[in-house]
C-alpha cells in the first residue's frame, strides 16, 4: 500500500476527472492528452504501490493486444473506438484502486486488538488454504494462482486465473481476430470462440439442438467471467475475503477443464457474391 493513501486517492480522483474530461472530446482532440495520460499513470502504478511491478504488467496487459491485417488502415471509427476503448480500461483500473485505497483508508482506523471478526477471517484463510489444492486442480489456472493465494494476494490470484484462462483460450482457438484484423480478448471472444452456430471450440458434435443449447449456455458463462470477474473493477471488493477467492478459482479451473477437453473447428471462409471474401 502507498505510504500516504489518503493522496494516493486524490491523486486518483485526479486521473478519473481527467479520464472524464477526455471522453468528451474525439480522439483527435483527445488523443495526446491520453497517451501522456497513460505514462503517468503507469509511473504512479509502479511507484505508489509495494507490488508496483506486478500491478503494472497486469495493467498494460488489460489493454487488447491489437495486430492488424497488412494493409489495413484504420478507419476513423475504429480509431475512436480504440480511443473511447482505452479510457475505460483506464477508468476501471482506477476504480478499483480507488475502492481498495479506500478499504485501506477504513481498515486503519479499526482497532487493533484481536476480536471475533479477525479469528473468524483467520479460520476461513486456514480453511481456503486446506481446500486450494484439493479444488483448483486445472495445472493453467494453478501455476497462475498458487503462489498469490498463498500470500494472500488473492485479488491477484484471481486476476492472473482469469488472464490465463483467456490466454488459454486465444491459442487453442488459434487468436482469432475481427473483420478488420484486429485480436479479439475479453467477451468478444468469448463470444466468437463459443458461438453455438459457428463454434471455434466445442466439446459435443453440435449436431442436436441439446448441445447447441449448451454451447450457448457456456459462451454466457465464459464471457460473463471476462466482464465480471476478469474486469479489474470487480476485484477490489473480495481484496481480503479468501473463500470468495477460492469459489472464483473453482470457476475458472472448471472454465480451464472445458477449453482443455474442446476440440478445435477449422473456420471456412465465406465468400459473398463478389468472391470477396468474409470474415471466418
Request: proline share 3%; charged share 30%; net charge negative.
Amino acid at each position: 500500500m502507498p505510504t500516504n493513501v489518503k493522496k494516493a486517492v486524490e491523486m486518483v480522483d485526479g486521473y478519473l476527472s481527467e479520464i472524464s474530461g477526455l471522453s468528451q472530446m474525439s480522439y483527435k482532440e483527445g488523443r495526446d492528452q491520453k497517451d501522456r495520460l497513460h505514462t503517468r499513470l503507469e509511473h504512479f502504478i509502479l511507484f505508489a504501490f509495494p507490488d508496483g511491478k506486478t500491478r503494472l504488467a497486469n495493467f498494460r496487459h488489460s489493454f487488447p493486444f491489437q495486430v492488424l491485417l497488412g494493409g489495413h488502415e484504420k478507419t476513423d471509427d475504429e480509431k475512436q473506438e480504440e480511443y473511447v476503448q482505452d479510457l475505460k480500461i483506464m477508468q476501471n483500473n482506477l476504480v478499483a484502486y480507488e475502492e481498495e485505497l479506500e478499504l485501506k483508508m477504513s481498515s486503519d482506523k479499526k482497532p487493533k486488538n484481536v476480536d471475533k471478526v479477525e479469528i473468524e477471517n483467520s479460520n476461513e484463510k486456514d480453511t481456503a488454504e486446506r481446500l486450494f489444492d484439493n479444488l483448483i486442480t486445472h495445472p493453467t489456472i494453478k501455476e497462475a494462482s498458487r503462489n498469490h493465494f498463498k500470500d494472500e494476494e488473492y485479488r491477484f490470484a484471481v486476476l492472473d486465473a482469469m488472464i490465463s484462462l483467456e490466454v488459454m483460450i486465444k491459442e487453442k482457438a488459434k487468436f482469432p481476430k475481427d473483420n478488420s484484423g484486429k485480436e479479439l480478448s475479453g467477451v468478444s471472444l468469448m463470444h466468437k470462440v463459443f458461438d453455438s452456430n459457428n463454434p471455434i471450440l466445442r466439446w459435443r458434435e453440435n449436431k442436436h439442438q441439446s448441445d447447441r443449447d449448451e454451447l450457448e449456455g457456456y459462451k454466457h458463462i465464459f464471457a460473463g467471467a471476462m466482464q465480471g470477474i476478469r474486469d479489474p473493477k470487480a476485484h477490489a471488493i473480495f481484496q481480503i475475503r479468501p473463500m470468495r477467492a477460492l469459489k472464483l478459482l473453482t470457476l475458472a479451473t472448471l472454465l480451464a477443464e472445458l477449453v482443455e477437453a474442446s476440440e478445435y473447428v477449422k473456420q471456412d471462409l465465406k465468400t459473398n457474391a463478389t468472391g470477396a471474401v468474409l470474415g471466418g
